[in-house]
């Protein structure tokens, strides 16, 4: 049936090729493009070795160990949900998100997406949905072709680069308004459930909120959106990036990850009581958070630039506080009625795989509930006047997820082991790089 509904779509759309869309371990998407009348006729495959790949395309030295030594094929299944016009090209075109299995039918454990149902079915037996509505931040930057140079603004219709904090400036979006609009024609072609834009205070950051939903539709909402607002930059000689923390004196940029739960036959609120108040599941919910994220830091926080956004002036949490409405804790309760009583994660960067950071933060909140663990007693202070506690290199977050054998547990030890080995690759990969830093202070000086 669901291929029979996307031969429909195909022939209603007039679409002549096919995005085969499978994302990866950074979640940058990987893939092939398929005339549309192969692709109902043939059965789609890639190289399992895509779902390993460092952020640089290279393949680690134990490469073989996590793919075996064949590198051999999977199948890809598309997702019907997932159709969706590509609407920045000129043929029709349309993109499919598609789920990865082994060569005996089974789920690849490998594959984020997967990873994701994987989590989603603990909470499915238990009669639970987790309902999550993500906050997207990113940088509209000029172009630049030299990595040695340092990222500036871009120009706005004023002819001029911003200058100084515009949080919630009106005008400061309106510089901009060209790109904005053909964002959200792009976003309403493909059916992207965006909801609010705001600009954040970084000179020309901004932030996309989505309407709240099933974690995996929003996941791959989420996946869509970063490719729709690359490529819609880059139609008006611009870039946007998704680097967490992309230039040195403007704050980072967060996927912050608001999650709630519903008892999938009543659709009430499992966090609230009959009454309305908050129940203990709610803070045990919170309390696996807190457990839990110093070893899925290394999910928010992927790669090596996204240490950088975990300082006291850069508006990213530093500890495992949380509050009712407090913005400087890292697990921030927002004020909301008992329906929609919701705990917001503000740990993950917007470089951060979408599939992970939804897994992750759902499965210490899954822990939580099903370990009965304390909540720590809600901050209402200023959190970035505590100690930083968060891991502060990926390296360190990845030794911190080591001692974490619950986590791994849930999420699949053998998709623990690969991706850590990948980090740890991307790591020492850095870390062989000589900072022009280094050569200003050091070269004479020691």
């Known amino acids: 049936m669901p291929l029979e509904e996307i031969r429909k779509w195909l022939e209603e759309h007039r ?3 096919i995005e085969c869309l499978v994302p990866d371990m950074t979640g940058k998407a990987r893939g092939k493009f398929i005339p549309a009348d192969k692709f109902i006729k043939e059965d789609s495959r890639l190289p399992e070795s895509i779902l390993v790949q460092t952020v640089t395309g290279d393949y680690t030295a134990q490469h073989f160990e996590l793919v075996g030594p064949i590198d051999g094929d999977m199948k890809l299944e598309p997702d019907a949900r997932t159709k ?12 499919i998100i598609h789920d990865c299995y082994q060569r005996d039918g089974t789920p690849h454990p490998l594959a984020t997406r997967n990873l994701l149902k994987r989590v989603l079915a603990l909470y499915e037996q238990e009669g639970w949905q987790p309902i999550v509505a993500p906050e997207v931040e990113f940088y509209l930057v000029q172009r630049n072709l030299d990595p040695d140079n340092e990222l500036e603004p871009p120009i706005g219709r004023s002819g001029r680069r911003e200058a100084g904090r515009q949080s919630y400036s009106i005008d400061a979006v309106n510089e901009f308004d060209p790109i904005v609009e053909d964002m959200y024609d792009f976003c309403e072609a493909q059916e992207l459930d965006v909801d609010t834009l705001i600009h954040e205070s970084g000179m020309a950051q901004m932030e996309v909120n989505f309407l709240h939903g099933d974690a995996l539709e929003l996941a791959d909402q989420v996946f869509v959106f970063k490719r729709t607002v690359r490529e819609t930059a880059l139609r008006h000689g611009i870039y946007a990036t998704f680097m967490a923390k992309p230039m040195e004196h403007e704050p980072g940029s967060a996927l912050h990850i608001h999650q709630s739960v519903i008892d999938r036959k009543s659709g009430r609120n499992i ?22 994220t110093p070893g899925g830091i290394a999910f928010f926080a992927p790669s090596v630039n ?12 530093i500890n495992l506080h949380w509050g009712y409405e407090n913005r400087t804790t890292g697990l921030r309760v927002p004020d909301s009625g008992p329906e929609a009583r919701r705990v917001e994660n503000r740990f993950p960067g917007v470089d951060a795989n979408p599939y992970l950071a939804i897994a992750v933060s759902l499965a210490c909140g899954y822990l939580g509930m099903k370990q009965e663990l304390a909540a720590s007693e809600p901050h209402d202070g200023d959190a970035y006047q505590e100690p930083i506690t968060v891991a502060r290199s990926l390296e360190q977050a990845l030794r911190l997820l080591d001692e974490h054998d619950d986590l791994k547990e849930v999420l699949g030890t053998r998709f623990v082991r690969a991706y850590s080995i990948v980090k740890r690759e991307e790591f020492e990969a850095f870390n062989r790089v000589i900072s022009s830093w280094e050569r200003e202070y050091l070269l004479l000086n020691v």
């Open 15 to 17: 679409i002549t090729e």
């Open 84 to 95: 969706r016009l590509v609407p920045w090209v000129e043929e029709p075109t349309g993109q």
């Open 271 to 292: 966090f609230s009581d009959p009454d309305g108040s908050e129940n203990a599941r709610f803070r045990h919910f919170i309390g696996g958070l807190q457990r839990y």
């Open 306 to 317: 996204s240490y950088r956004r975990f300082t006291p002036d850069v508006s990213a949490p």
